[in-house]
């Protein structure tokens, strides 16, 4: 592989609620011993995706880091999903499920060998209504928690879980849903219905015992009538999904989703507000990322 000789930093400053100054410093240490130039783009939550390919095109980088949540890490990949760059991630985020899936570790130093190093997978998207995604997407209850969280004042684990009460606590009766798939149509109601890429939420549940990332196929994991203590266990990581009777997995390369009602919709981790119909489908290998 050529060596590097740029980078692109980009930060999500406000993302897991935590100071980002110290890991900046980190990453600028890190690539001065390495002969490496550092260049650093702050999210604003306006105009991120331009602003990052703005930069792209000025800089021409080898490779992205991404400091923030599962979130910033699909921005970064649309912004850049027409080039070949390699995209390295370092976990910053309160919803950090792509990095676990990845199975990068805790230790800032050990991430930035991983996310400078040489070795890459290309990992699938997932198209929800043109939207992508490359982790975890659901309507019902896990994205109206999204919803609750974002409205909320305290961020990290500490806001997830509050919210998570509360959430529950309000919880709606179940929607009807309906999926076509594989040539086959199946109707249930649920709970929640997730479009997985991936195996785990950032909180570290499995929500997909069968998930892989580049195998051309994603699953739709749905979570019928179970009650609102079941929920919460499998929520908060407390029990795996397939000791569950009540769950059904599909595993796809498209499918029509349809709901009886408008239902929150949650994309990686930010909320995308109420849906009753989901065109999905796979798009096979789209990001190169660095992996352990």
């Known amino acids: 592989m050529t060596p590097l000789k740029k980078c692109l930093l980009v930060v999500n400053p406000i993302s897991g609620g935590n100071d980002k ?24 939550g306006d105009s991120d995706e331009a602003n990052i390919k703005d930069e792209y095109e000025k800089h021409r980088p080898e490779r992205i880091l991404v400091a923030g949540g599962d979130g910033t890490v699909k921005i970064v990949a649309e912004a850049v999903e027409r080039h070949d760059v390699i ?20 230790d800032l130093k050990e991430n930035l060998d991983i996310a400078f190093g040489d070795t890459i997978m290309e990992i699938d998207m997932v198209s929800i209504n043109g939207h992508k995604s490359l982790h975890l997407s659901d309507i019902g209850v896990n994205a109206e928690l999204i919803r609750n969280y974002e409205n909320g004042t305290i961020r990290g684990k500490l806001g997830y879980m509050l919210q998570a009460v509360n959430t529950l606590t309000d919880l709606d009766t179940p929607f009807r849903v309906s999926i076509e798939a594989n040539g086959a149509t199946i ?26 990332m580049d195998d051309g196929k994603f699953e739709i994991v749905i979570l019928k009538s179970l009650d609102v203590f079941l929920i919460g266990k499998i929520l908060t990581g407390n029990m795996p999904v397939d000791s569950i009777e009540d769950i059904e997995i599909i ?9 009886n009602k408008p239902v929150c919709f949650q994309i990686d981790g930010e909320f995308c507000g109420m849906e009753e119909k989901l065109e999905v489908k796979i ?9 352990p």
């Open 87 to 106: 995209i390295g991630v370092l976990p910053a985020g309160s919803a950090n499920g792509l990095s676990v899936d990845l199975k990068l570790s805790v």
């Open 283 to 291: 798009l096979h290998r789209q990001m190169r990322v660095a992996i």
């Open 251 to 259: 595993s796809t390369d498209e499918a029509i989703i349809t709901t």
């Open 187 to 212: 109707e249930t109601e649920a709970r929640m219905v997730v479009m997985a890429n991936t195996q785990r939420y950032g909180t570290g549940v499995t929500i997909n015992p069968i998930g892989i």
């Open 21 to 44: 100054a110290e890991l900046i410093e980190t990453v600028r240490l890190y690539a001065e011993e390495k002969n490496i130039e550092l260049i650093v783009l702050e999210t604003t």
